[in-house]
């Protein structure tokens, strides 16, 4: 992926653009959960009995035979995960210094975040 | 010519904590932004520990929908909820301003202070408003 190009008349950009794919990712992801947002804010205002059903239905709804509602959900989930891996990350790149530290730390994030997506998709495809 | 060696050049440290927190007054935007940086992390940690299992009582069966509300009678569940509720709402509002602020939107240092500040003042007006319904006033 290593290619050169010129950003304007003067400055040589190199490299792999590992940053520009992460900053990318997470206006993408962004965008993708203030969509989602959205759908739920006008799922929720146009739902006329918010009770239990109602509610659940929010995210199990489908259309014909697709589980619509649980796929969406699902979408949204990884990219909220996603979005928070490039999140944290940063945070560890700005804030340990220590190489070890923040190898661990970077470990230890992607666990929990891998760990959530497989607990949240358990619930939300076993109901 | 004077000796470099005779005089101590100035240094310019990295900012401590509690220069930013008590020397120095934070402009609207820098507050939006750390806040922005706090509140993500907290989402972060609160998405397995929080969310998910809140998620799940809530979608799982009647009975387990019906047991938030015995969990929200805790004065202690209410406080962590109301706080992740305005980390949403700060993460989400603070990030629609990044969003347009990437596309060239409102980049003059007066907008971007008064947008800076507005997404402060309507991070904690959501969380005024859905405050209310957790504390059953509608």
Known sequence: ?127 | MSDPASKPRPQFRNLSIPEILFSYKLPPAAKTSILHRISGALLFLALPLVIVPLFGLSITSPATFDSISSWMANPLCKLVLLVLIWGYSHHFCAGIRYLTLDMHIGNSREASQRSGAAVLGIGLALTFVFGLKLFGVW
């Not at chain 1, 006008?42 to 918010?50: A, Q």
């Not at chain 1, 944290?88 to 923040?102: A, K, N, Q, S, W």
């Open chain 1, 1 to 127: 992926m290593a290619r050169e190009e010129r950003l304007g008349t003067k400055r040589l950009v190199v490299g792999a653009h590992y940053g520009t794919f992460d900053f990318i990712v997470q206006r993408v992801t962004a965008v993708i959960m203030i969509v989602y947002t959205l759908i739920l804010f006008f799922g929720y205002l146009f739902t006329s009995d918010m009770d239990f059903n109602g509610w659940r239905n929010l995210f199990t709804f489908s259309v014909g035979a697709l589980p619509l509602g649980q796929l969406l959900a699902t979408l949204a989930f990884l990219s909220v995960c996603w979005h928070a891996w490039i999140g944290v990350r940063d945070i560890f790149m700005d804030y340990i210094r220590l190489p070890g530290l923040r190898l661990f730390m970077h470990s230890l994030a992607i666990l929990w975040l891998v760990g959530t997506v497989v607990y949240f998709v358990k619930i939300l495809w076993s109901i």
